[in-house]
């Protein structure tokens, strides 16, 4: 069957025959390629946007990895597969009747709704592998297709608690939010607070316990999305408005204070020397051991094994004590 020509391959047969151009020497122009879009169902978030939210959960599945492993105390990789939007009925209809399902409100800072709902929906293979794993088991996944008991719930309500914790961190240089476990559900056909026709923003993980696979989906509606790129986008602005000048210095002020309550074993060294084991043990009251500093030579003043000061050696209110006297540059350099 011949190839039926489109309106522009036409258009340039025309013209070329007008010009007096050979046929030979005609250049087809190539239709542009159209991109469907339903009208129906609009997109809300831009592919920055996405890519965006893929970047911070690629950080958070590395997270949940070292999170998993430490507590089942067994090998585990957690890897994001993709970040794609849809409606949530899709997403709904995707899941089997049982699942392990934790709502999450993410209390977003001076967020104006009561709740800012997201669903993680974990695999009841992973389910019950870790249940498996944190009873002591080898971490086996369960052969038979049952429902979660209420036992199994409550052991595993703890790790699912460990894994929203960490979206705190990976939200935090962007927005302050508080997630938080609301409960577990186990039933995905009784989900309520997300309309079946509102858009939602599925982020699917990839999960290896051992030998058993699954999956982790992070659902979140276009609502509670949206509200976390405006409060993002609008503490930017703030942030370059003020010059961030009075937030970071104090960040500073956090960090020195945070610094100035930490122990530190501080301690004089006279100087050095090496003996024989043997010299040790016939060591007796008035022996000298020689050092490899003259009499008068300072003292270093180590702060948690590097040398951080000369001293001299004095007495203060009747007590042994050391008068600083030079401060290094840099840890083990010259002297001020």
Same mark, same amino acid.
């Given at each position: 069957? =011949?190839?039926?020509? /489109?309106?522009? *391959?036409?258009?340039?047969?025309?013209?070329?025959?007008?010009?007096?151009?050979?046929? =030979?020497?005609?250049?087809?122009?190539?239709?542009?390629? &159209?991109?469907? #879009?339903?009208?129906?169902?609009?997109?809300?978030?831009?592919?920055?946007?996405? !890519?965006?939210?893929? /970047?911070?959960?690629?950080?958070? =599945?590395?997270?949940?990895?070292?999170?998993?492993?430490?507590?089942?105390?067994? #090998?585990?990789?957690?890897?994001?597969?993709?970040?794609?939007? *849809?409606?949530?009925?899709?997403?709904?209809?995707?899941?089997?009747?049982?699942?392990?399902?934790?709502?999450?409100?993410?209390?977003?800072?001076?967020?104006?709704?009561? $709740?800012?709902?997201?669903?993680?929906?974990? /695999?009841?293979?992973?389910?019950? %592998? %870790?249940?498996?794993?944190?009873?002591?088991?080898?971490?086996?996944?369960?052969?038979?297709?049952?429902?979660?008991?209420?036992?199994?719930?409550?052991?595993?309500?703890?790790?699912?608690?460990?894994?929203?914790?960490?979206?705190?961190?990976?939200?935090?240089? #962007?927005?302050?939010?508080?997630?938080?476990?609301?409960?577990?559900?186990?039933?995905?056909?009784?989900?309520?607070?997300?309309?079946?026709?509102?858009?939602?923003?599925?982020?699917?993980? /990839?999960?290896?316990?051992?030998?058993?696979?699954?999956?982790?989906?992070? %659902?979140?509606?276009?609502?509670?999305?949206?509200?976390?790129?405006?409060?993002? &986008?609008?503490?930017?602005?703030?942030?370059?408005?003020?010059?961030?000048?009075?937030?970071?210095? *104090?960040?500073?002020?956090?960090?020195?204070?945070?610094?100035? *309550?930490?122990?530190?074993?501080?301690?004089?060294?006279?100087?050095?020397? $090496?003996?024989?084991?043997?010299?040790?043990?016939?060591?007796?009251?008035?022996?000298?051991?020689?050092?490899?500093?003259?009499?008068?030579?300072?003292?270093?003043?180590?702060?948690?094994?590097?040398?951080?000061?000369?001293?001299?050696?004095?007495?203060?209110?009747? !007590?042994? =004590?050391?008068?600083?006297?030079?401060?290094?540059?840099?840890?083990?350099?010259?002297?001020?």
């Amino acid at each position: 069957m =011949a190839e039926i020509l /489109s309106q522009s *391959q036409i258009d340039s047969l025309l013209s070329s025959l007008i010009s007096g151009k050979d046929e =030979a020497d005609t250049q087809v122009i190539p239709e542009k390629k &159209v991109k469907d #879009y339903d009208f129906r169902r609009p997109k809300l978030f831009t592919r920055e946007q996405l !890519k965006h939210l893929f /970047s911070i959960y690629e950080n958070y =599945a590395r997270l949940v990895s070292s999170h998993i492993t430490g507590i089942l105390q067994t #090998y585990s990789l957690v890897e994001i597969i993709e970040v794609e939007e *849809q409606q949530f009925y899709e997403f709904n209809n995707a899941l089997p009747d049982s699942v392990l399902m934790g709502l999450i409100d993410f209390d977003i800072k001076d967020s104006d709704d009561e $709740e800012d709902l997201v669903i993680m929906d974990i /695999s009841k293979e992973i389910g019950f %592998c %870790c249940f498996d794993r944190l009873l002591g088991g080898p971490g086996k996944p369960l052969r038979e297709d049952r429902e979660y008991t209420e036992i199994e719930i409550g052991v595993l309500e703890y790790l699912v608690k460990g894994m929203i914790n960490l979206m705190k961190n990976v939200w935090f240089d #962007y927005l302050e939010i508080s997630p938080r476990l609301m409960k577990i559900e186990t039933n995905s056909r009784i989900l309520q607070g997300i309309s079946a026709d509102e858009n939602v923003v599925i982020i699917v993980m /990839s999960i290896k316990v051992n030998e058993t696979q699954g999956k982790i989906n992070i %659902c979140i509606p276009a609502t509670t999305l949206d509200m976390l790129f405006k409060k993002k &986008v609008s503490q930017t602005k703030k942030n370059i408005k003020r010059g961030d000048h009075l937030a970071e210095e *104090q960040r500073r002020l956090n960090i020195i204070n945070e610094i100035r *309550q930490t122990d530190l074993e501080i301690k004089g060294v006279l100087g050095e020397t $090496e003996v024989l084991s043997q010299d040790i043990f016939e060591l007796e009251v008035g022996d000298i051991i020689k050092l490899n500093k003259p009499l008068n030579a300072l003292v270093d003043v180590v702060v948690n094994d590097e040398v951080w000061f000369k001293g001299e050696m004095g007495e203060y209110k009747n !007590k042994k =004590a050391i008068a600083i006297k030079e401060e290094l540059t840099e840890r083990g350099s010259e002297p001020i």
